[in-house]
């Protein structure tokens, strides 16, 4: 579960922001508008009232409170949520303050907004020092999560890696959600604005040292070979794109600040737990070598078939998706072109289009929710 403080305002607009109907927004709860009829209530009433609230200290400049609590997708209910905001505006000082909590429903995360005032019925300022901080602090105690295990699970995650630096160990950090400091002691692993774990330097020094005695030469070249073969048509990022889906395997390019062109890259791949400097597999030239027409030509039919190899209950739709990413449109009739050419690539076999379109009926077919067998059967055969 996510918390974030969003800006503060004078006029207090998040009220007018959660109040507009376009954003498929809901008021689930009022609290503490005394005086206030809060299911007649309107918005300007919401929000005059909370301006009155904040008058009594003209000092504080800024005296809206917004913010908002997520969950991933659908793992929390807006009841829950509810519950969750209600005791973290507790804990944060504003269990007595005025607010209003909305339920969102425009995106694919269920989220609540949350408004109130940072001024206090006795005119005082609510505490805002370490705001940020503390509010991680405190969802993540009421969700019972502790960071200091999660930055221990995160180490041991990382350490069973094959790296050969403290560079690439911290990436595989990053890219496990972690904000990272190198120190001369140590690598701090950092979350909720505090340092969760120390990684001493001596560990990992000897973790790189056994590292070293169990090189898998098989494994490299199994990844080099998946590097070169994909790269024919692909710009960099597209081949970036491409093997993280495909192959879990990301590729991690590096800019000098101030640039656009990498100057290198690291290959993590998952599925062998080992990390690469990037010129060991591809020269970063040759990755940063835009495709030309033959290339793209002679990478086509097999770009298409790993595509429906990795997913073999893709539908058409889903399969033009994917082939667009990489940079070619995929006609009804099944001819691939290039994007916004008319160079022909390729025409599909006619048994792998029928298929393809056959689950995109099927998935159309499903999405009715019929309210018998016979009713069922009939949504079945219309589609197919």
């Given at each position: 579960?996510?918390?974030k403080?969003?800006?503060?305002?004078?006029s207090?607009n998040g009220?007018?922001?959660?109040?507009?109907?376009?954003?498929?927004?809901?008021?689930?709860?009022?609290?503490?508008?005394?005086?206030?009829?809060?299911e007649?209530?309107?918005?300007?009433?919401?929000?005059?009232?909370?301006?009155?609230?904040?008058?009594?200290?003209e000092?504080?400049?800024k005296?809206?409170?917004?913010?908002?609590?997520?969950t991933k997708g659908?793992?929390?209910?807006f009841?829950?949520?509810?519950?969750?905001?209600q005791?973290?505006?507790?804990?944060?000082?504003?269990?007595?303050?005025?607010?209003?909590?909305?339920?969102h429903?425009?995106?694919?995360n269920?989220?609540?907004?949350?408004?109130?005032?940072?001024?206090?019925?006795n005119?005082?300022?609510?505490?805002?020092?370490?705001?940020?901080?503390?509010?991680?602090e405190?969802?993540?105690?009421?969700?019972?999560?502790?960071?200091?295990?999660?930055?221990?699970?995160?180490?041991?995650?990382?350490?069973?890696y094959?790296?050969?630096?403290v560079?690439?160990?911290k990436?595989l950090?990053e890219?496990a959600?972690?904000?990272?400091?190198?120190?001369?002691d140590?690598?701090?692993?950092?979350?909720?604005g505090?340092?969760?774990?120390?990684?001493?330097?001596?560990?990992?020094?000897?973790?790189?040292?056994?590292?070293?005695?169990?090189?898998?030469?098989?494994?490299?070249?199994?990844?080099?070979?998946?590097?070169?073969?994909?790269?024919?048509?692909?710009?960099?990022?597209?081949?970036?794109?491409?093997?993280?889906?495909?192959?879990s395997?990301?590729?991690?390019?590096?800019?000098?600040?101030?640039?656009?062109?990498?100057y290198?890259?690291?290959?993590?791949d998952?599925?062998?737990?080992?990390v690469?400097?990037?010129?060991?597999?591809?020269?970063?030239k040759e990755i940063?070598?835009?495709?030309?027409?033959?290339?793209?030509?002679d990478?086509?039919?097999?770009?298409?078939?790993?595509?429906?190899?990795?997913?073999?209950?893709?539908?058409?739709?889903?399969?033009q998706?994917?082939?667009?990413?990489?940079g070619?449109?995929?006609?009804?009739?099944?001819?691939?072109?290039?994007?916004?050419?008319?160079?022909v690539?390729l025409s599909m076999?006619?048994?792998?289009?029928?298929?393809?379109?056959?689950?995109?009926?099927?998935r159309?077919?499903?999405?009715?929710?019929?309210?018998s067998?016979?009713?069922?059967?009939?949504?079945?055969?219309?589609?197919?």
């Open positions: 579960m996510v918390v403080i969003l800006s503060s305002s004078k207090f009220v007018a922001y959660n109040e507009n109907k376009m954003l498929a927004s809901e008021l689930l709860v009022t609290e503490n508008f005394d005086g206030l009829l809060s007649r209530a309107s918005k300007e009433e919401y929000k005059e009232y909370l301006m009155l609230y904040a008058k009594t200290n000092r504080v400049k005296p809206q409170l917004h913010a908002t609590i997520s659908r793992e929390h209910s009841e829950e949520l509810t519950a969750v905001a005791e973290w505006l507790k804990q944060m000082g504003y269990g007595k303050q005025p607010y209003l909590i909305y339920a429903r425009d995106t694919g269920n989220h609540v907004h949350i408004v109130s005032v940072r001024v206090n019925e005119g005082k300022k609510i505490n805002d020092s370490f705001e940020k901080m503390r509010s991680n405190v969802i993540n105690e009421i969700m019972g999560i502790n960071q200091s295990e999660k930055a221990e699970q995160a180490f041991q995650q990382a350490a069973a094959n790296f050969s630096s560079q690439q160990f990436l950090c890219q959600g972690w904000i990272v400091s190198e120190k001369e140590g690598v701090n692993l950092i979350k909720s505090k340092v969760q774990k120390v990684v001493p330097k001596e560990t990992l020094n000897e973790i790189i040292k056994n590292n070293a005695l169990h090189n898998d030469e098989a494994r490299a070249k199994q990844v080099k070979a998946l590097l070169h073969k994909y790269k024919e048509g692909l710009t960099h990022t597209q081949l970036q794109g491409l093997m993280k889906e495909k192959f395997i990301h590729l991690e390019f590096h800019t000098g600040k101030g640039h656009t062109t990498p290198g890259y690291t290959v993590i998952n599925p062998g737990k080992r690469y400097k990037g010129s060991d597999l591809m020269n970063i940063l070598t835009p495709p030309d027409t033959q290339n793209r030509i990478a086509c039919g097999h770009l298409a078939a790993t595509i429906i190899k990795k997913n073999p209950n893709i539908d058409f739709e889903g399969f998706s994917e082939m667009k990413k990489c070619y449109e995929v006609s009804e009739q099944g001819v691939i072109t290039l994007l916004n050419t008319r160079n690539q076999d006619r048994e792998v289009l029928r298929g393809l379109n056959y689950r995109s009926r099927l159309e077919a499903n999405r009715f929710n019929a309210k067998v016979s009713e069922k059967r009939h949504w079945r055969e219309y589609f197919l």
